[in-house]
């Protein structure tokens, strides 16, 4: 006998984002709330496998990018005291964004305006010649460095467990192994058959946020793309060739991925990556689905994505990130370029891949915003890219402020205490 479950909210994804959404409600209100998360963990997937990075918005356009940018200045402090209140690990490593020409080097010079525009102070970032990067870290080779002492490393797949503990503890169900199949009359029902009512549902569902998006009829003007981001591991001594992440400025502006760099990590491994690989689906991490292959393609083909396949900048970048799938030298030489003493044979493992599914508009390009809709008595997040997961605590304070903002949700008089401001985070935003 299947039972009917009632929750005021139901939250369909356990990711960094629906964990810290289900955490502020939890914390603030008295409304009873569900997270529908179809692994058996939180993170299982972009929440983790990625590239650990606290991310300064130095490199974020203030207009196009305001509201994810303001995210990630305000959640900075949020994780390190979490981190530190928690024992997770956290690295004050710093990021040089490196200029290899004098064009790029003007970006460089654009992007010390847009980290001011976005709120970083003056000594936050420095604009260093190529001798001063030398001083700093003497194997690498520039024309000229953004120096941002800011940026850290973290590792959110253990940020979001501890959320989830707390909002656990707040009084959220987790439902785990639970996927989301279809909606039926403010019912959520799930591949085993199980309904789950609800007053509100929120849609934090990573790469599948779209599509599950469109079975509320929203969304459809967008379509998607998944891009495998790989890694490969560097062992000592030569992991100390350098002590600082090593960003570049992108070869491909008008796409949302950067070039592979060099990233210290905060449990002390060295890596380089990611590259940005076309894959058919949001967790085809290795190997080849045929079945999921053909239907993306023929949902390529039959959507705006189709208009990628006339530009040649994107046929172009594509080539090169297959490259530097299939070959591990094309990777390596690709990091080489600034950092010349590396050798392929200095890397010998993988590190763990994660996909990102940027959304593309009906012209057929790269949608620059996180994107929220709203349809009756549901909210759904789109293309929340990095750095999403250093933005998750402000931005989803903001997306509860705008619930309460709405009347769909109550702010209780009895909050519980929780461990960020969240009146303060508000009055920031
Ligand atoms: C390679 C890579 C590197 C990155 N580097 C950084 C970085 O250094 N710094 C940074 O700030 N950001 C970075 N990001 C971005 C960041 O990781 C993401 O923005 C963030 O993790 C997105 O979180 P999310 O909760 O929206 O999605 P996810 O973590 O994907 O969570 C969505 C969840 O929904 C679940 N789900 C999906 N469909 C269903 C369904 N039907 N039923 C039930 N559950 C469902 C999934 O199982 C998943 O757990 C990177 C991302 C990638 C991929």
């Given at each position: 006998m299947i039972f009917v479950l009632k929750f005021d909210v139901v939250i369909i994804g356990g990711g960094i984002l629906g964990t810290s959404l289900s955490y502020w409600i939890s914390a603030l209100t008295d409304h009873t709330v569900c997270v529908i998360e179809k692994e058996n963990h939180v993170a299982a997937h972009a929440s983790s496998r990625n590239t650990g990075v606290v991310h300064s918005p130095f490199y974020l356009d203030p207009q196009k990018k305001k509201k994810i940018a303001k995210a990630a200045l305000l959640s900075h402090d949020l994780w390190q005291d979490y981190a530190q209140g928690h024992h997770i690990s956290w690295k004050d490593t710093g990021t040089i964004e490196l200029a290899l020409d004098e064009s790029q080097h003007r970006t460089l010079e654009k992007y010390l305006k847009w980290g001011h525009q976005n709120?970083?102070?003056?000594?936050d970032l420095e604009l260093l010649n190529s001798e001063q990067i030398k001083q700093r870290e003497p194997n690498v080779k520039c024309h000229s460095g953004l120096y941002c002492k800011k940026d850290a490393s973290t590792d959110y797949g253990l940020l979001t467990e501890q959320l989830f503990q707390e909002s656990q503890q707040n009084g959220t169900r987790f439902l785990f192994s639970s996927t989301m199949k279809k909606i039926q009359n403010h019912a959520v029902i799930l591949s085993n058959g199980q309904s789950l009512e609800y007053d509100h549902l929120i849609n934090?569902?990573?790469?599948?946020s779209l599509s599950i998006a469109k079975k509320f009829g929203?969304?459809?003007?967008y379509s998607s793309l998944h891009f495998r981001g790989e890694y490969w591991q560097i062992d000592e001594p030569n992991a100390s060739l350098v002590g600082t992440n090593i960003y570049t400025v992108a070869k491909f502006p008008k796409f949302p991925f950067l070039d592979p760099h060099w990233i210290k990590r905060s449990d002390g491994r060295t890596e380089i990556g990611p590259n940005a690989v076309p894959v058919s689906d949001p967790e085809a991490y290795s190997g080849l689905n045929m079945s999921k292959l053909l239907s993306k393609i023929s949902e390529i083909l039959s959507g705006s994505s189709k208009k990628l396949l006339l530009n040649s900048e994107f046929l172009s970048l594509v080539s090169k990130e297959w490259k530097s799938s299939i070959s591990k030298n094309n990777m390596i030489n690709r990091v080489k370029e600034f950092i010349p003493k590396i050798k392929p044979s200095y890397f010998t493992t993988r590190g763990t891949a994660g996909i990102r599914t940027p959304i593309i508009t009906k012209e057929g390009e790269f949608l620059a915003e996180t994107i929220e809709m709203q349809s009756d008595h549901s909210l759904h997040i789109i293309n929340y890219n990095s750095p999403g997961a250093t933005g998750a605590p402000a931005y989803s304070a903001f997306l509860v402020q705008q619930l309460f903002d709405s009347g769909v949700m109550h702010q209780s008089k009895n909050a519980k205490p929780d461990s960020w401001n969240f009146a303060k985070i508000i009055d920031s935003l």
């Amino acid at each position: 006998m299947i039972f009917v479950l009632k929750f005021d909210v139901v939250i369909i994804g356990g990711g960094i984002l629906g964990t810290s959404l289900s955490y502020w409600i939890s914390a603030l209100t008295d409304h009873t709330v569900c997270v529908i998360e179809k692994e058996n963990h939180v993170a299982a997937h972009a929440s983790s496998r990625n590239t650990g990075v606290v991310h300064s918005p130095f490199y974020l356009d203030p207009q196009k990018k305001k509201k994810i940018a303001k995210a990630a200045l305000l959640s900075h402090d949020l994780w390190q005291d979490y981190a530190q209140g928690h024992h997770i690990s956290w690295k004050d490593t710093g990021t040089i964004e490196l200029a290899l020409d004098e064009s790029q080097h003007r970006t460089l010079e654009k992007y010390l305006k847009w980290g001011h525009q976005n709120g970083l102070v003056d000594n936050d970032l420095e604009l260093l010649n190529s001798e001063q990067i030398k001083q700093r870290e003497p194997n690498v080779k520039c024309h000229s460095g953004l120096y941002c002492k800011k940026d850290a490393s973290t590792d959110y797949g253990l940020l979001t467990e501890q959320l989830f503990q707390e909002s656990q503890q707040n009084g959220t169900r987790f439902l785990f192994s639970s996927t989301m199949k279809k909606i039926q009359n403010h019912a959520v029902i799930l591949s085993n058959g199980q309904s789950l009512e609800y007053d509100h549902l929120i849609n934090c569902a990573g790469g599948h946020s779209l599509s599950i998006a469109k079975k509320f009829g929203l969304a459809k003007q967008y379509s998607s793309l998944h891009f495998r981001g790989e890694y490969w591991q560097i062992d000592e001594p030569n992991a100390s060739l350098v002590g600082t992440n090593i960003y570049t400025v992108a070869k491909f502006p008008k796409f949302p991925f950067l070039d592979p760099h060099w990233i210290k990590r905060s449990d002390g491994r060295t890596e380089i990556g990611p590259n940005a690989v076309p894959v058919s689906d949001p967790e085809a991490y290795s190997g080849l689905n045929m079945s999921k292959l053909l239907s993306k393609i023929s949902e390529i083909l039959s959507g705006s994505s189709k208009k990628l396949l006339l530009n040649s900048e994107f046929l172009s970048l594509v080539s090169k990130e297959w490259k530097s799938s299939i070959s591990k030298n094309n990777m390596i030489n690709r990091v080489k370029e600034f950092i010349p003493k590396i050798k392929p044979s200095y890397f010998t493992t993988r590190g763990t891949a994660g996909i990102r599914t940027p959304i593309i508009t009906k012209e057929g390009e790269f949608l620059a915003e996180t994107i929220e809709m709203q349809s009756d008595h549901s909210l759904h997040i789109i293309n929340y890219n990095s750095p999403g997961a250093t933005g998750a605590p402000a931005y989803s304070a903001f997306l509860v402020q705008q619930l309460f903002d709405s009347g769909v949700m109550h702010q209780s008089k009895n909050a519980k205490p929780d461990s960020w401001n969240f009146a303060k985070i508000i009055d920031s935003l």
